[in-house]
């Protein structure tokens, strides 16, 4: 069983484009702590936020089903960074966030084109010398949240101006006098 489950670890790692023996295996147990199977030790989230800023290749497993966690886990390295950050998101962007995406915040980057078309279709292979900088990554994304409040803004106040029914005036003279 652990064998096969490291042999879909080898063939999910060399469909991504990499080796496994460049890709850092954490194996997540059951009572939460996370294991490096490299440096034969635990490790915590900010430890795993540490490999990814200096680029390693990390794959989070769970242990006891062997599914790929590593999308599950940046998410939680992302939310708890949220909680300790100085400055949240925008009140109208979280609010956008929770009603047209259910709260989700991937839905809601993949409603606003962050994602790219065939994403859902098959994994995203980054070719060398095609990757975009951090900056243009985080600037793309910023303008298109922009967009999307403006539109989401507009189409809220054109549906408020819908609603209003205006007051006629009373054109029946003979019952005013």
């Known amino acids: 069983m652990i064998n096969q489950a490291q042999d879909s670890i080898s063939l999910s790692t060399k469909a991504a484009g990499t080796s496994s023996a460049k890709t850092k295996i954490i194996k997540r147990y059951q009572n939460r702590k996370l294991y490096d199977t490299q440096q034969s030790c635990y490790v915590t989230l900010d430890d795993i936020a540490k490999m ?7 794959m989070v497993i769970d242990n006891k089903t062997k599914n790929d966690i590593t999308a599950a886990t940046l998410t939680q390295i992302i939310f708890e960074a949220e909680k300790k950050a100085s400055q949240y998101a925008p009140l109208f962007t979280l609010r956008e966030i929770i009603q047209n995406a259910n709260g989700s915040i991937s839905s809601y980057l993949a409603k606003l084109g962050a994602f790219p078309k065939d994403y859902a279709a098959e994994p995203a292979v980054m070719i060398v010398g095609e990757k975009a900088s951090f900056d243009d990554v985080k600037q793309t994304l910023e303008n298109r949240v ?11 106040s054109n549906k408020m101006l819908d609603d209003q029914t205006p007051s006629l005036p009373n054109s029946n003279r003979s019952l005013n006098q």
């Open 52 to 58: 990814i800023r200096t680029n390693e290749d990390v």
């Open 146 to 156: 922009a967009k999307a409040a403006t539109e989401a803004e507009f189409s809220n």
